[in-house]
């Protein structure tokens, strides 16, 4: 895997989002997670080293924020494709044939559950339970959810995202 | 009845739009009681909590001190995360003022200054809806200092998850909101006594919330009336599975299970049987399909049925569903979910998914069946938080209600 290309920090835009967040609450430590997600963000991944420079804004001790990041599934700890597809497998979704879409990605990707495309352009995970169990099967990639799905809608998305 | 939590009126959810519908009155209206009074209100709609346990939500409010020297707290469960469950986002998409107003009414009436919504971190897109409707409100002066001149003031931020079941638990939630691991936290103290950084908070999830406008605007004995006796007022049921029309609906509570999957949500798809329904998410004990009649969605109703209403998220299994498959991805999830915390749930939850897999690849014995069960009955009331239990129950029921479905999957011993 090839090394983060940016510097190892945050944008000014964030570090200044991150003082404003500190007066929210008593403590500067509630603010891990949204940095965190700052860090993902905009480094795709959250590195030890990305863990290391968080604590030291939030003047917490480093092993602090690596049990955050790695007790919270949404953070990733490695390197991950451009496009992240979550597919929910959980019972609602189940019923409703949301196995048949993970085949149909894997084979249309080529790749397993929890691969990364050889060109980096996507990662295929399962997801539990997304909330979306109305409108199931669904997958989420990045921050959108996409709903109702058949192998044809999966088609169609992949498509727009290469 | 009339939808009360989600009208459908077109943009509600834009705030001029929720105003001319006769939005934020309850607020002003609250404002102009007594504290207390606005409590005692909410006793008497006989409110009980959507977010699961059915507590009623106007005894929760009393138990906050009315002076402490520390700062009291509002935390809002929009963790969501119960599988079959879909509601408040709902509300976050189509109204999200009725939330904030609801929320307002909440700290007025126990005397609080900030109020955390907690949504979780897959919910992005609702962030993003709710975080402009908060932006709006502010704009508005229905959060923020002296609201509507009334010298009370109050703050609301939006704090987003990150993606732990766990932290739909109260007090994960304020554990993850206090930025550390969503570790449940041993109770008691209790979050009225010792809540977030120690102090006196309450924890209300966003339909409850959601439905303190409606009483403050109906009247508690109006409100009282809606539904079932003991378990009032209207309730967002969310539908999935095999039904032609699944989604969510708002309805009286005390609707009979059948009733809402033949016409709210169209009917089981391909007209076929229905074999199990889960109640109220996946936590919940799954029921025969043949012993619905007469059940309702309410909290006394499902107890009696030998299940209970949890978030009302029904998930309805036609004839040709395979249990055992089912039950085990529940318990997949449930062991993915364990925070590892306690060890009859870290390690039960992880031997029940295996011994159920070995269901699934019909290699399991009848000895199986009896360990998952003891396994099941070890976890169960032994561990700090109630995902344990959640763990156990559709595991017990489903053992005892189709017991056929797992004969399936036994592989007897070719000397028998």
């Known amino acids: 895997m090839s090394a983060p290309q940016h510097p190892a920090r945050l944008s000014e835009a964030s570090l200044r989002r991150i003082e404003e967040l500190k007066k929210r609450y008593p403590h500067p430590q509630s603010v891990v997670l949204e940095a965190l997600w700052m860090w993902q963000g905009e480094h795709g991944w959250i590195s030890e080293e990305g863990m290391r420079y968080i604590a030291g804004i939030l003047e917490i001790p480093e092993n602090h924020v690596y049990g955050v990041v790695s007790f919270y599934t949404m953070f990733n700890r490695k390197p991950v494709g451009r496009h992240k597809i979550e597919v929910c497998t959980n019972v609602s979704c189940m019923l409703r044939n949301s196995e048949r879409i993970l085949r149909h990605i894997e084979e249309r990707l080529q790749i397993k559950v929890g691969e990364t495309t050889p060109d980096q352009r996507f990662t295929l995970v399962e997801a539990e339970c997304l909330g979306s169990c109305g409108t199931a099967p669904v997958m989420q990639i990045g921050d959108r959810y996409y709903e109702n799905l058949d192998t044809e809608g999966v088609d169609k998305v992949l498509k727009e995202l290469r | ?416």
């Open chain 2, 1 to 416: 009845m009339e939808p009360l939590l989600l009208p459908p009126i077109p943009d509600l959810h834009r705030i001029d739009v929720y105003e001319a519908h006769g939005g934020y009155a309850a607020l002003k209206s609250a404002l102009g009681k007594p504290p207390a009074a606005v409590t005692d209100e909410v006793k008497r709609s006989n409110l009980r909590g959507r977010g699961g346990a059915c507590f009623p939500t106007g005894l929760k409010w009393t138990f906050m001190p009315k002076d402490s020297a520390k700062p009291k707290y509002l935390c809002i469960n929009g963790d969501e995360s119960e599988p079959g469950t879909f509601k408040d986002r709902q509300i976050f998409e189509f109204n999200p003022h009725l939330l904030l107003e609801g929320a307002m009414i909440a700290c007025y009436a126990m005397g609080i200054t900030t109020a955390y919504l907690y949504i979780r971190g897959e919910y992005k897109p609702w962030i993003d809806m709710m975080q402009k409707a908060v932006d709006d409100a502010y704009a508005h002066g229905y959060i923020g200092k002296n609201i509507l001149g009334s010298g009370f003031g109050t703050d609301l931020y939006i704090h987003r998850g990150a993606g732990a079941y766990i932290c739909g638990e109260e007090s994960s939630l304020m554990n993850s909101l206090e930025g550390l691991r969503g570790y449940p936290r041993v109770k008691p103290p209790f979050p009225a006594q010792n809540g977030l950084w120690g102090c006196p908070t309450t924890i209300n999830n966003v339909e409850t919330i959601a439905n303190v406008p409606v009483i403050l605007r109906i009247g508690a004995e109006a409100y009282a009336k809606i539904g079932a006796e003991k378990h009032p007022g209207p309730i967002l049921v969310g539908v999935s599975g095999h039904v032609n029309k699944p989604g969510v609906f708002e309805m009286p509570t005390g609707v009979p299970l059948l009733d809402i999957i033949n016409n709210y949500a169209g009917g089981v798809t391909g007209n076929k049987r229905i074999k199990a329904v889960i109640p109220g998410g996946s936590s919940t004990m799954v029921l025969r399909g043949e012993a619905l009649d007469g059940v309702c969605m309410d909290a006394e109703s499902l107890k009696t049925a030998g299940s209970s209403v949890g978030t009302a998220g029904l998930i309805v299994m036609d004839e040709d569903t395979d249990l055992v498959r089912v039950l085990a991805r529940i318990a997949h999830f449930y062991h993915h979910e364990s925070c590892g915390q306690c060890t009859p749930c870290r390690e039960g939850t992880g031997w029940m998914e295996k011994i159920l897999n070995r269901f699934c690849r019909n290699e399991a014995t009848q000895a199986d069946l009896e360990l998952l069960l003891d396994v099941a009955n070890n976890i169960e009331g032994n561990t700090i938080c109630a995902l344990g239990d959640a763990a156990a129950w559709p595991v017990q029921s489903m053992i005892k209600r189709f017991p056929e479905e797992f004969a399936k999957h036994i592989q007897e011993p070719a000397t028998a």
